[in-house]
């Protein structure tokens, strides 16, 4: 069984998943971006640490991977590690007639280009890879039965997102038109902050109050001793919704982090 990270232009993706899943069928370790980049994560370090862990990496070539900046910095970290290694590490995998770049000349490729030759090329890719054990085939039985648990489980999830609608609905029933343009502007201003605005943005003596605000207004207070919020938060009594949005946001960065 080997491991390999699939380099690839966005464009390609229907391709690259595709060569994933079969690769995956035959056993292998398939590192794609989309299923292991999480939002936060910093893309160099991930593509980095993705490149560095595999066995082999995989150069899908098409009219527009030659061209992405990011394909060429990949297959430079790649081209390094087969150089330190002394052994193949790139795959050069033709999906369209160009030229192949750079230290690939003269590679070998699997070529891809003509789909009627796809079982073909996917075979001498996986004779490449090695031997590998595919995973078990389930019985009907099996599937049966995994069906049954994934539809319980979509059924709970559905009913955990109505409730969640619901919640949402109630909550925008009590807001002022004014909190309501406030919250729109703030998540677009700042997308990341909109499940916190949603819920916990608030008002204070008709000021409305977003993650945002909040946040700008405590540096400031740092910065200068005091902020307009400050007052309006003690004359509302409002420093407990205040106190449960920076709560909520706290969480939400830990359990980012922790994902």
């Given at each position: 069984?080997?491991?390999?990270?699939?380099?690839?232009?966005?464009?390609?993706?229907?391709?690259?998943?595709?060569?994933?899943?079969?690769?995956?069928?035959?056993?292998?370790?398939?590192?794609?971006?989309?299923?292991?980049?999480?939002?936060?994560?910093?893309?160099?370090?991930?593509?980095?640490?993705?490149?560095?862990?595999?066995?082999?990496?995989?150069?899908?070539?098409?009219?527009?991977?030659?061209?992405?900046?990011?394909?060429?910095?990949?297959?430079?970290?790649?081209?390094?590690?087969?150089?330190?290694?002394?052994?193949?590490?790139?795959?050069?995998?033709?999906?369209?007639?160009?030229?192949?770049?750079?230290?690939?000349?003269?590679?070998?490729?699997?070529?891809?280009?003509?789909?009627?030759?796809?079982?073909?090329?996917?075979?001498?890719?996986l004779k490449r890879l090695g031997p590998s054990t595919p995973p078990p085939k389930l019985s009907t039985?099996?599937?049966?039965?995994?069906?049954?648990?994934?539809?319980?489980?979509?059924?709970?999830?559905?009913?955990?997102?109505?409730?969640?609608?619901?919640?949402?609905?109630?909550?925008?029933?009590?807001r002022s038109p004014k909190l309501e343009a406030a919250i729109e502007q703030a998540n677009e201003n700042?997308?990341?902050?909109?499940?916190?605005?949603?819920?916990?943005?608030?008002?204070?003596?008709?000021?409305?109050?977003?993650?945002?605000?909040?946040?700008?207004?405590?540096?400031?207070?740092?910065?200068?001793?005091?902020?307009?919020?400050?007052?309006?938060?003690?004359?509302?009594?409002?420093?407990?919704?205040?106190?449960?949005?920076?709560?909520?946001?706290?969480?939400?960065?830990?359990?980012?982090?922790?994902?």
């Amino acid at each position: 069984m080997s491991s390999v990270f699939l380099c690839h232009s966005h464009k390609d993706k229907p391709f690259t998943r595709k060569l994933a899943a079969d690769l995956r069928h035959a056993g292998h370790i398939v590192w794609i971006d989309e299923a292991e980049i999480l939002v936060g994560d910093s893309l160099v370090e991930k593509i980095r640490e993705g490149i560095d862990g595999v066995d082999f990496v995989a150069a899908i070539l098409s009219f527009t991977s030659i061209d992405s900046e990011w394909v060429k910095k990949e297959l430079d970290l790649a081209s390094n590690r087969e150089i330190d290694e002394k052994r193949v590490v790139v795959l050069p995998i033709l999906l369209d007639d160009v030229e192949l770049p750079g230290f690939l000349k003269g590679k070998c490729y699997a070529d891809f280009k003509e789909e009627s030759q796809y079982l073909n090329s996917l075979s001498a890719l996986l004779k490449r890879l090695g031997p590998s054990t595919p995973p078990p085939k389930l019985s009907t039985e099996d599937l049966a039965v995994l069906k049954k648990k994934l539809d319980a489980a979509k059924a709970i999830a559905q009913q955990h997102a109505r409730e969640l609608d619901r919640q949402k609905r109630l909550i925008s029933l009590n807001r002022s038109p004014k909190l309501e343009a406030a919250i729109e502007q703030a998540n677009e201003n700042n997308p990341e902050h909109k499940l916190i605005n949603e819920t916990y943005a608030f008002e204070a003596l008709n000021l409305p109050v977003t993650l945002g605000y909040l946040l700008w207004s405590i540096a400031k207070s740092e910065r200068r001793g005091s902020c307009p919020l400050e007052l309006s938060l003690s004359i509302d009594k409002k420093w407990d919704q205040a106190e449960l949005m920076l709560e909520a946001y706290s969480d939400y960065i830990g359990s980012a982090e922790e994902s």
